[in-house]
């Protein structure tokens, strides 16, 4: 499975967009991009995945670059409760494994 | 929405003492489920893949004599630590999947917290 890079940590004003970047330069064409969410003591809380077109849900935005390379999670207002470990996952069917980085930590404040 | 089910939440034990979680998928049939372990401040770490029916596949790294995995049913994992130590204290994570065409959402449980005396 590729390997993303993200920031280890980033801070968000509630009710603003939070827009948390992730580096995948050498994803593979099958492989998918997928973002979990850890809120503290809890598991991973899936969010939304795409393979390379941009992908809307109720709780978030996927924006994927043209070359895959990289990839945009956009949470349209950020509230308290999205303060948590977010992660960003290259995944392959070839393997079916969904292996962790170190993830992105987004506080959001008040 | 598939819903994923782990007991204890939290145990407690003696050194030496074998412990297992268990793992269920509630609402949907997993033929894979997977294990990760997660220290304090640190990303998860998968342990291993479970299948149905056949023998656990283990990561590098870990021992599988010390984490024995039963996947007898399409709904139910097992994880157990044997001979537990106070090393083996660590939140335990498991994920099954729905599957599908190429992409496989995989839902976790809420952990399991276990401390070793």
């Known amino acids: 499975d590729a390997k993303t890079t993200q920031p280890p940590s980033m801070d968000c004003a509630e009710g603003r967009a939070a827009n948390l970047p992730c580096n995948h330069s050498?994803?593979?064409?099958?492989?998918?991009v997928y973002w979990y969410r850890q809120i503290h003591s809890q598991g991973p809380q899936y969010i939304i995945h795409g393979l390379k077109n941009n992908e809307t849900n109720e709780m978030a935005s996927l924006i994927i670059t043209e070359d895959r390379k990289s990839s945009t999670l956009i949470l349209p207002h950020a509230t308290l409760r999205d303060t948590a470990v977010y992660y960003c996952?290259?995944?392959?069917?070839?393997?079916?494994?969904?292996?962790f980085g170190q993830g992105t930590t987004l506080q959001v404040k008040p | 929405g598939a819903v994923v089910s782990q007991h204890p939440s939290w145990v407690i034990c003696k050194s030496g003492t074998s412990v297992k979680i268990e793992c269920r998928s509630l609402?949907?049939?997993?033929?894979?489920m997977f294990w990760y372990r997660q220290f304090p401040k640190q990303s998860l770490m998968l342990m291993a893949t479970?299948?149905?029916?056949?023998?656990?596949?283990?990561e590098q790294g870990v021992e599988k004599d010390k984490f024995l995995i039963n996947h007898a049913s399409l709904t139910l994992s097992t994880l157990t630590v044997t001979s537990a130590h106070p090393e083996d204290s660590s939140f335990y994570i498991c994920s099954a999947g729905t599957g599908s065409s190429g992409a496989n959402v995989l839902t976790f449980g809420a952990g399991s917290r276990l401390t070793v005396l």
């Open positions: 479970s299948n149905e029916g056949s023998k656990a596949t283990y």
């Open positions: 050498t994803i593979s064409g099958n492989e998918y």
């Open positions: 609402d949907f049939q997993a033929t894979t």
């Open positions: 996952i290259s995944f392959s069917s070839n393997t079916g494994k969904l292996i």
